[in-house]
């Protein structure tokens, strides 16, 4: 059964800083990852997605990187801002096993970037 | 981008109500659609997918006698809460993907609906 975890589950940063959230699934067999952004009392925003035989995407100030090998990926995001604040979720889409073409999340890390 | 529209947004209902939640795709077809459910603090629990003309298959422990799906077109799904209780409050997410469920189309999710049982 596919396991997704994330660390950390919390992260608050000043203005403008680089930060790093990290993501890690227990099997490799999947088709994509994908990146969300989720604000409170809201829905899912798909922020990045990478296909398996790809190693990183890029949106603007996100980037996203997939090794799936090692069953980890890591979002990327440059000069934060308090407009970054939310939950970011990451989620891998099953190609194998009870998982077959279904998200698994993980728990999501809470960002708070304050002014 | 692509945008699913989750209507309503919230409702408030007394027990033993039904309740139905409508899930479209705006500007794309959607083969396969899936329906979630999220307690507070916690991440996404799959409770459903639903491909287009066909029965939804339901993940194990989601009961397919309350949580009814349907699914009679390429742009709608709708989820029916059948005599909703006080322990079926909770807020359900919809989704959408352009194609089947083990394409490399990304997974795109309406704004949810807050669903409180008095």
């Known amino acids: 059964k596919q396991e997704v975890t994330q660390i950390p589950a919390a992260l608050s940063v000043p203005e403008g800083e680089n930060l790093v959230l990290n993501c890690s699934f227990t099997?490799?067999?999947?088709?994509?990852l994908q990146w969300f952004r989720q604000d409170p009392g809201k829905g899912l925003t798909s922020l990045l997605l990478i296909q398996s035989s790809q190693r990183e995407q890029t949106s603007g100030r996100l980037n996203a990187s997939l090794d799936k090998s090692s069953g980890r990926s890591t979002l990327y995001i440059a000069a934060s801002q308090p407009g970054d604040s939310a939950t970011y979720l990451c989620a891998v889409r099953g190609a194998g096993g009870t998982s077959y073409g279904k998200l698994t999340f993980g728990q999501g890390t809470i960002l708070t970037v304050h002014p | 981008g692509a945008v699913v529209s989750q209507h309503p947004s919230r409702v408030i209902c007394k027990s033993g109500t039904s309740v139905k939640i409508e899930c479209r795709s705006l500007d794309f077809q959607a083969t396969t659609m899936f329906w979630y459910r999220q307690f507070p603090k916690q991440s996404l629990m799959l409770m459903a997918t639903s491909n287009e003309g066909s029965k939804a298959t339901y993940e194990q422990g989601v009961e397919k006698d309350k949580f009814l799906i349907n699914h009679a077109s390429l742009t709608l799904s709708t989820l029916t809460v059948t005599s909703a209780h006080p322990e079926d409050s909770s807020f359900y997410i919809c989704?959408?993907?352009?194609?089947?469920?083990?394409?490399?189309?990304?997974?795109?999710f309406g704004d949810g609906t807050r669903l409180s049982i008095l």
């Open positions: 099997d490799s067999a999947i088709y994509n």
């Open positions: 989704s959408a993907i352009r194609g089947a469920s083990d394409s490399n189309q990304p997974q795109h």
